[in-house]
């Protein structure tokens, strides 16, 4: 294993709502993503999700609150939330979760991926 710099890894693409993989560890990837807009309503009814801002400001919309991650912070949806993520700003993020996720959870979007690109 070699060290992964995050920052290199966000310079080598530029879509949005489209995570690539970095790493994986004991059954858990690691991802990151640009993110801008609103993404969709979805859950994930096995696995809890940890969004992490690189940079600028990620929204997570539950049906019951608004939390907003700043850099540098982290925050985990729990197993079974439902939630939307939106950027208003290009924002970079990095999420752990199990290999197992599914992109948008229970909800089949235009936006969805079925696999990530490992990059």
């Known amino acids: 294993m070699n060290v992964v710099n995050v920052s290199e890894k966000f310079s ?32 994930h009814d096995e696995e809890d999700e940890l969004f ?15 939390v907003v991650v700043n850099p540098g912070e982290f925050y985990i949806v729990p197993k079974g939330v439902e939630h939307k993520p939106i950027a208003e700003e290009e924002t970079h993020i990095l999420l752990f979760e199990p290999m197992s996720t599914k992109h948008t959870g229970d909800v089949k979007a235009d936006i969805t991926v079925e696999s990530y690109e490992e990059i």
Request: glycine content about 8%; hydrophobic content about 40%.
């Open 52 to 66: 992490m801002v690189m940079k600028g400001q990620l929204k997570l919309e539950m049906r019951d609150q608004t």
């Open 12 to 43: 080598l693409f530029n879509d949005h709502w489209s995570p690539k993989r970095i790493g994986e560890l004991n059954g858990q990837q690691v991802i990151i993503a640009k993110v801008q807009g609103e993404f969709v309503f979805h859950k």
